[in-house]
């Protein structure tokens, strides 16, 4: 049913590329209006006026739905078409949409054609702008045939809106309600009425591109300003005609800023143009190179990578779009990245050299070393090591069995480790030596090697072979036995050896004062034995003078023999009392110097009867510039005097030679007594100093002396620090000498 | 108290009679007059008494010994001139010595046969010692040990 009319807004901007449309047909629409006044000239006034009020009703229209509302209640008022509706194609749509309607009801907004229903009626029309009249249905069939439309069962004509002459689609459709045909004046609206739409939609998408672009620009330059890189364009000389926030911080300084920004602004600047005019200008496409800059800010240098792009542009000219991208921190990352990986690889190559090292110390030490990582798995072993934990190539099978018995006791003390709180663990793993089986108790060291978070990482264990310390320790017991009982037999020893030691020290003691008393009383008894000698021997001697009277000659005779044995008896009384004070320690030494030469006269004159008596020729050979010794002149004397009368002696053709010399290599004197007499044995040369000792000891022997002489010489060449020797052949002589010191002890 | 003859007079000083009586046979055959002292003390009473040209003391003897005789002797100025000669059967070093020290003139080591002895005596009376070298030693006897 005809409703009353509404107003309709157009929804929805056309969507069109008006840039194109633009570009392809400029709009003049003024003209043609202008044309279709002029072709109303003629007709009636009312006619006239009419189109008149029409046109001005157009005049200063901007919306689409405003002036179809116009149009179509023109239509009704003076066409006298109550009921209309206008549709227009939206931009880029597939459908006709209601933007007015005269004499219809308000639903008629949601009224729309669909273009792509190809059966519809309307459609046909829109697409071939081909007016097509709908006349009232009489039958359901008429009304099936009839489009779907809010004029419902009314007729109507479908008109086309579109610019005639233009090979142009239709933009919109005319419904108009009633049946009378369109005449002259209808066609006239509808030229009109689609000028007038067609210009404003013309505009209407004009403006839209207006502010699409606006739009579009204000995104762009947001979108260059959010992008940290710098970016510009500028013209061939280097000029900058655009650059972005971040651009114009390095490249634009104002009056207000200081002298060093503005400074480092003007460097930015001419830093990039020489860049530029350098390089870009003289190759197209992109070029990529490094810039280096001044941050106007702080004065750090800046690096960034500056890409270039010559852009042809016909009315603008050549220009260049460069984007700078900052590469300073990139640049320093990269040089931290190159200075990390050199400490990496230095770090490595120390790593190396030290595990190297590790591994020749590891596998230079005697003992087997074994690391167990956390998961219990071997992680390294030196050669010893491996000698007991692998199975070499070419062993047999009782080898591996040795093995791998060691690996279960070694992963048995490993186990105990790492379930252990404790740091470290010593303790003994009975091994087999793989290659003879032979048992090896080994001290297993193992300590926990603990990363700086306290984790397990490690076990570090090395095995100590026992064999050599048990076998030690076996035979240092051995030996410690052994030193006992010595030392148990040293004491014993000792103990017997300090009892006899004190036994002797007392034997000792009493031998000393049994030697103290002997003497004493041998002193004692030669005094007591010289008295009645001495007048034994006086009277003898008186008798033998004839003191009392003459004596006879037999009697005389018995007399000599009384005076010679009491005079033996004498010399053994007096060599006796030698010895004893020798032995007693009771000849003390009397220090002198001792002139040889005179000594030996002195000798020789005492000794002057015998020589005379025995008819022997004594010979002195005594240097007379012989320097003179220190000694004790008496008893050197002593001695000459008894080995000279024992030559005499001893002698009975030849002679006694006395010789003495001095040795100055040994610091000492010889005197020596060399006869030509009876000679000793070898046999006997010992002997001849013992006590009482002649070699002829039958008691009708043919020499007579006590056998003490030489015994006493021999003593008191010892007390002299001097000794006596012989040198003697049967039949030939002897030849005793005496060697005393030059200079003899006090 | 007896009158002084022509012969020297000899002190004889020992308590061995058996000696005594042989030296003062020996010297009186051999023209000496001797006095006989049995001890020290005795001697230092006959050698006031008689002043004998020469005394022939043993030092070892009862009541007084030689030595301390002897240092009386050569003390007392009476007798101090006196030569005095040691007879000893001690042959020991230091007897001598302390002879010598005791004042003796001579010394003269028993056994000494009664020549020996009268041989000794003759040569000091010959010779005799000056006061001064009153305390110089004479040595004798030597014969009769290494005979």
């Known amino acids: 049913m005809p409703s009353p009319p509404a107003a309709l807004l157009a929804v929805g901007a056309p969507r069109r590329t008006a840039v194109k449309r633009i570009g392809s047909t400029p709009y003049t629409g003024v003209p043609r209006v202008r044309v279709a006044v002029e072709q109303g000239v003629g007709e009636d006034s009312d006619h006239l006026s009419?189109?008149?009020?029409?046109l001005e009703g157009f005049v200063g229209r901007a919306e689409i739905s405003d002036t179809a509302q116009v149009a179509l209640q023109w239509l009704g008022e003076t066409a006298g078409i109550r009921q209309s509706l206008c549709l227009i194609r939206p931009e880029g749509e597939q459908s006709l949409v209601v933007v007015g309607a005269y004499g219809l009801g308000s639903a008629v907004t949601s009224y729309s054609v669909s273009l792509e229903d190809w059966s519809n009626p309307l459609v046909s029309a829109f697409n071939h702008r081909k007016e097509l009249f709908f006349p009232a249905p009489h039958s359901s069939a008429d009304r099936k045939r009839r489009p779907s439309t809010p004029l419902e069962d009314a007729a109507f004509h479908a008109v086309p809106l579109s610019i005639a002459g233009f090979s142009e689609e239709a933009f919109g459709l005319l419904l108009l309600g009633g049946t009378p045909a369109l005449g002259p004046e209808l066609h006239w609206f509808t030229t009109v009425f689609s000028q007038k739409l067609d210009q404003l939609l013309r505009q209407h998408v004009m403006a839209e591109g207006d502010r699409r672009q606006g739009r579009e620009r204000t995104l762009l330059y947001n979108i260059i300003n959010a992008v940290s890189d710098p970016i510009l364009l500028t013209d061939t000389e280097g000029r900058l005609l655009i650059a972005n926030a971040r651009a114009l911080t390095l490249f634009t300084a104002s009056e207000e800023e200081s002298e060093g920004r503005r400074g480092a602004v003007r460097m930015n600047n001419m830093l990039l143009s020489s860049a530029l005019s350098s390089k870009a200008i003289e190759e197209t496409g992109a070029t990529r190179r490094e810039l280096l800059l001044v941050n106007p800010v702080d004065g750090s240098d800046l690096v960034f990578e500056l890409l270039s792009t010559v852009t042809e542009d016909p009315r603008q000219g050549s220009g260049v779009v460069s984007i700078l991208r900052n590469v300073t921190d990139l640049r320093r990352a990269s040089e931290e990245i190159e200075e990390n990986y050199r400490k990496m690889r230095i770090a490595e190559v120390q790593a190396r050299a030290e595990s190297d090292r590790?591994?020749?110390?590891?596998?230079?030490?005697?003992?087997?070393?074994?690391?167990?990582?956390?998961?219990?798995?071997?992680?390294?072993?030196n050669d010893p090591a491996e000698r007991l934990f692998t199975i070499p190539p070419d062993a047999s099978a009782i080898e591996?069995?040795?093995?791998?018995?060691?690996?279960a006791h070694f992963s048995s003390f490993i186990a105990g480790m790492f379930v252990s709180a404790d740091q470290r663990r010593v303790g003994e793993v009975l091994l087999s030596d793989p290659r003879t089986g032979e048992p090896m108790p080994v001290e297993a060291i193992a300590g926990k090697v603990l990363s700086e978070h306290g984790e397990l990482t490690a076990v570090v264990t090395i095995l100590h072979d026992r064999r050599e310390a048990l076998e030690k320790a076996k035979l240092y017991a051995q030996l410690q036995v052994a030193a006992d009982e010595l030392e148990r037999k040293i004491q014993a020893a000792t103990a017997d050896i300090a009892q006899q030691n004190e036994l002797l020290r007392r034997q000792a003691i009493e031998l000393e004062q049994a030697s103290a008393l002997k003497s004493q009383f041998l002193a004692n008894m030669s005094h007591e034995f010289r008295t009645p000698l001495n007048a034994m021997l006086g009277y003898t001697s008186m008798l033998l003078q004839g003191v009392a009277g003459p004596v006879e000659p037999p009697v005389k005779r018995q007399l000599g023999r009384i005076e010679s044995n009491g005079r033996h008896l004498l010399t053994i009384i007096n060599e006796i009392l030698d010895i004893s004070r020798i032995e007693a320690g009771r000849m003390p030494l009397q220090m002198a110097t001792v002139k040889v030469p005179d000594l030996v006269s002195e000798v020789k004159a005492e000794l002057e009867p015998i020589i005379m008596q025995r008819k022997l020729t004594v010979t002195i050979d005594v240097p007379r510039d012989l320097q003179p010794i220190t000694s004790d002149r008496q008893k050197v004397k002593q001695i000459l005097l008894n080995l000279l009368s024992n030559s005499l002696k001893f002698t009975h053709h030849g002679g006694v030679t006395i010789t003495a010399r001095r040795n100055v290599k040994d610091k000492t004197l010889t005197l020596a007594v060399t006869d030509t007499g009876i000679g000793i044995a070898n046999a006997d040369q010992d002997r001849i100093f013992e006590d009482f000792r002649q070699l002829d000891n039958s008691p009708t022997r043919a020499y007579g002396g006590t056998g003490l002489g030489l015994s006493i010489c021999r003593r008191l060449a010892q007390m002299l620090d001097g000794r006596i020797s012989v040198q003697s052949q049967v039949g030939k002589g002897s030849t005793f000498t005496l060697t005393l010191p030059t200079k003899g002890r006090k | 108290m007896s009158t002084k003859s022509d012969r020297p007079?000899?002190?004889?000083?020992?308590?061995?009679?058996?000696?005594?009586?042989?030296y003062t046979e020996y010297l009186e055959f051999s023209g000496f007059e001797v006095v006989e002292a049995g001890n020290g003390m005795e001697a230092l009473q006959r050698a006031i008494d008689t002043s004998p040209d020469i005394i022939l003391m043993d030092l070892s003897l009862p009541v007084m010994d030689g030595w301390e005789a002897t240092r009386r002797l050569k003390a007392d100025e009476r007798t101090a001139s006196i030569p005095v000669v040691a007879l000893t059967g001690h042959a020991l070093a230091g007897i001598s010595e302390g002879a010598k020290k005791a004042g003796c003139d001579a010394f003269v080591t028993k056994p000494c046969l009664p020549e020996d002895l009268v041989r000794e005596i003759r040569k000091i009376l010959d010779n005799p010692p000056s006061h001064s070298s009153t305390r110089k030693a004479r040595r004798s006897g030597k014969y009769a040990k290494t005979s």
């Open chain 1, 50 to 54: 009419a189109r008149v009020r029409l």
């Open chain 1, 358 to 381: 590790l591994n020749l110390i590891i596998d230079s030490v005697a003992d087997p070393i074994v690391v167990t990582d956390a998961g219990g798995g071997t992680s390294l072993m």
């Open chain 2, 9 to 22: 007079r000899v002190l004889l000083v020992d308590d061995y009679p058996d000696a005594r009586e042989m």
């Open chain 1, 400 to 407: 591996q069995r040795w093995v791998q018995a060691n690996d």
